[in-house]
């Protein structure tokens, strides 16, 4: 008699101790998060107006069936209807070049589908064929840093008090460089489209570029 009451104790023990620390017998699932598979893109804007010089980037983001962003999605590709009239680079910054409208197309493939977006470029006036850049009278910068101009455009360097140089990097079609000086303005044309790195080389990390569209 005693032998059973014993066993039937430990049967309810035991059937009370598998109903989970909650004490109300209730099990929660495991959350399973669906794989991210690619089904659409998405630019930062779908149209964009800039004055010929001036940039804009788009942004491009990769979402999946839900409309969720796949974070770390790599590989977009940026082409552009018109580079006259609207230049696309590798990572979605677009410079205006010339008057007109232009539709830069985004694209994108992975795990077996391939996606695109569109934004429609509109393009404003035209290129410098002359400029200027200051080459810091007080400091180790060139302003503007980088400077778009049209193809045979003079760009004329204007030194202060402080004395720099312009050295340009080995690029097929830059002008000659220009040596340490101060308190003077020098003119360089660039008759070749191109971008043209420069440097000077008595200050480190004081570069600027011209672009040649």
Do not use: W
């Amino acid at each position: 008699m005693h032998l059973r009451h014993l066993v039937t104790c430990v049967s309810l023990l035991a059937a009370s101790a598998c109903g989970g620390g909650g004490g109300n017998g209730t099990v929660t699932p495991p959350v399973n998060n669906p794989a991210q598979t690619l089904s659409t893109l998405r630019l930062g804007t779908a149209t964009a107006s800039l004055a010929a010089g001036n940039t804009t980037s788009l942004g491009a983001a990769a979402l999946d069936a839900r409309g969720v962003v796949i974070t770390g999605a790599t590989g977009y590709v940026y082409t552009s209807s018109n580079p006259a009239v609207a230049e696309a680079s590798p990572t979605g910054v677009v410079l205006g070049v010339g008057a007109g409208t232009a539709t830069v197309t985004v694209s994108l493939t992975r795990d077996g589908v391939t996606a695109t977006a569109t934004s429609t470029i509109t393009v404003s006036g035209s290129l410098p064929v002359s400029a200027s850049v200051s080459a810091g009278a007080t400091d180790n910068t060139f302003t503007p840093p980088t400077l778009v101009v049209a193809r045979a455009a003079t760009v004329t360097f204007a030194f202060g008090a402080l004395q720099h140089n312009v050295t340009f990097r080995s690029t097929t079609g830059a002008p000659a460089n220009i040596a340490s000086s101060t308190n003077t303005s020098v003119a360089r044309a660039f008759p070749a489209t191109g971008d043209f790195p420069y440097d000077c080389t008595l200050h480190a990390g004081m570069t600027g570029m011209v672009m040649v569209r």
